[in-house]
């Protein structure tokens, strides 16, 4: 069955801190992608990748960065995490042709 | 550019009764069109899409779907619904010429209540 994997479920980090979350899919896909998710606003893009090392701004991409060294390791990173960055944080996989998403499971993440 | 509503953001049903959760995007070019759920704590998991042919579409679940094309809706329908589909269902389209991503509506909370 295939697979996007978050490595974190639940993740509480202070104000300030470098937060990383990381994202693998073994499905070959070459497009990888980050939302956040709260309530009423639905899934906002963050990043997106369509390859090795090559990444694209999203909607909302101040705030965060990301890596992709490998083509199934696709990683969030807030330099500084603040409060306002609280929230569920899905990756999601996908193939070019047809645009059909597989998602993780999420990682919810609280800054205090 | 296009876009998604979901117009409603909650929808409460009673089980076994029917349902509908309306979706409306604006495309002016050809789409393909997705719907998914998310049960708590989860991530989305797809539903059904549509990306040609028939416009009845047959999910998972017992759900469907109805593309049309002239009202620009693509709403998703269950005959009896279960307590166990209380989720939240989100619409999202794909334009299929290019590399362009999905864009989701806002999602409708499905609340199935005995």
């Known amino acids: 069955d295939v697979k996007v994997t978050q490595s974190s479920r639940y993740l509480v980090k202070r104000t300030g801190e470098k937060v990383f979350l990381e994202c693998v899919q073994d499905m070959d896909h070459e497009n990888m992608f980050w939302y956040r998710q709260d309530p009423g606003l639905g899934l906002r893009l963050i990043y997106f990748s369509y390859d090795v090392k090559m990444k694209e701004k999203g909607d909302i991409p101040e705030g965060y960065s990301v890596s992709r060294e490998k083509k199934e390791r696709f990683s969030l990173i807030l330099e500084s995490a603040s409060t306002n960055q609280t929230s569920m944080y899905l990756c999601a996989s996908s193939t070019s042709s047809t645009g059909g998403y597989t998602f993780g499971s999420g990682t919810r993440l609280t800054v205090v | 550019a296009q876009s998604v509503t979901q117009l409603d953001s909650q929808v409460p049903v009673f089980e076994e009764a029917p349902v509908e959760l309306r979706c409306n995007y604006s495309s002016s070019v050809s789409v393909y069109l997705f719907w998914y759920v998310q049960y708590p704590n989860q991530g989305l998991q797809l539903l059904l899409k549509?990306?040609?042919?028939?416009?009845l579409v047959k999910g998972i679940n017992g759900f469907e779907a109805e593309f049309n094309k002239s009202q620009t809706s693509f709403h998703l329908r269950k005959p009896s619904v279960h307590i166990s589909d209380t989720a939240e269902y989100f619409c999202a389209v794909f334009m299929n010429t290019g590399f362009q991503k999905l864009v989701f509506g806002t999602g409708t909370r499905l609340l199935v209540s005995p």
């Open positions: 549509y990306l040609s042919g028939s416009t």
